[in-house]
């Protein structure tokens, strides 16, 4: 099971407050505790924060929640994590130290630095689990988390301070008013990844904090990062989602991206009882239905996204693996 704190609902009931309705009741609603909108250190079924976020959302009938809640919590709901960022010596530093140590906080998101010409891009997502399907809320997660990264860069490049481009895998909103006030004016949607540019001037700039505690924390890491049986699939299957974009996402690129051979690869996913292909098929399934619900790409288009050589091959693997072509899927989805 995929899993978070209940921290991530810092600020939730209050926000819910304003719109003259109850958290509690929402939070019933999709079979989570209200304790856990006032205990942050509830470890929580991740889908049923993904439904809460939404059935919020709905109940507010605010599309902009997750952008909304980022001004009620800000990064130090990720507790210890935070305070391994905030011992950086730079901005680039602690988003870095932020992506290794996200485990820490949740298996249900992947954050991850990625180096590009004149900066680096923050990427996001989150795994729901291979027996959980694609849940509605992922998009206000995303946002939320966007936005309170947004709001931390700003305390140190000033108020002004925009991304140099933005880029979501779900479809945009009627409005995109409040995503250009928030992003920035280049925000790109239906997109292979949910990604912000931060230039490297702006991950230059120091961070405000001690580095009292540091090696405790680092030890911590270290300990969390050792391999075990049922963490290398995960492993394995966070490389394929950061590379399916790439043009070459094979075993081989994967293989390399562990820092193992192909062969230790095998064997040791051989030992979990699953494959290579096994992953692959499930991340591709995963990100298919995504698209299908959540953007406005043609199948042809998600094919292409997917590596498959044809879009008549990607819609026999689709219907093999949910008994549906994809038209019929976004249907239904609609």
């Not at 946002?143 to 000033?158: D, H, K, Q, Y």
């Not at 481009?165 to 409040?178: D, G, I, N, V």
């Not at 690129?253 to 690869?265: I, N």
Request: glycine content about 6%; hydrophobic content about 40%.
């Amino acid at each position: 099971m995929k899993t978070i704190t209940s921290a991530s609902l810092s600020g939730a009931a209050d926000l819910i407050r304003n719109y003259g309705l109850d958290a509690t009741t929402i939070a019933r609603l999709v079979g989570l505790d209200p304790k856990a909108l006032r205990d942050p250190d509830m470890i929580l079924d991740s889908r049923q924060v993904l439904r809460f976020f939404n059935m919020a959302s709905a109940a507010c009938r605010e599309r902009y929640f997750g952008i909304e809640l980022a001004y009620h919590q800000g990064p130090e709901i990720l507790g210890s994590v935070w305070l391994l960022a905030k011992q950086a010596a730079n901005l680039g530093e602690a988003l870095r130290n932020v992506a290794e140590a996200m485990q820490l906080y949740s298996n249900a998101i992947v954050m991850r630095m990625l180096p590009e010409a004149n900066g680096a891009v923050c990427c996001y997502d989150t795994l729901t689990g291979r027996d959980a399907g694609v849940l509605e809320g992922e998009e206000q997660v995303i946002e939320l988390s966007f936005a309170i990264l947004c709001n931390e860069v700003r305390l140190l490049a000033g108020p002004l301070w925009l991304p140099s481009y933005t880029q979501f895998r779900h479809s945009a909103p009627q409005s995109l008013r409040r995503h250009h006030r928030e992003f920035g004016r280049s925000i790109q949607f239906n997109q292979n990844r949910n990604a912000i540019f931060i230039d490297n001037k702006v991950l230059a700039l120091p961070m405000r904090g001690s580095r009292a505690g540091h090696k405790i924390l680092q030890r911590e890491l270290l300990r969390r990062r050792k391999i075990s049986r049922e963490s290398f699939p995960s492993r394995v299957e966070l490389v394929i989602r950061s590379l399916i974009s790439a043009e070459h996402c094979n075993v081989e690129a994967v293989a390399s991206a562990l820092d193992v051979s192909v062969r230790s690869l095998q064997i040791k996913l051989a030992a979990t009882g699953t494959g290579y292909q096994d992953i692959l098929d499930y991340v591709r399934e995963n990100l298919a239905c995504r698209y299908l619900r959540d953007s406005d790409l043609s199948v042809a288009e998600i094919a292409e996204l997917l590596q498959f050589s044809e879009t008549s091959t990607f819609s026999r693997f689709f219907r093999r693996r949910k008994g549906v072509s994809p038209r019929a899927f976004r249907q239904m989805e609609a």
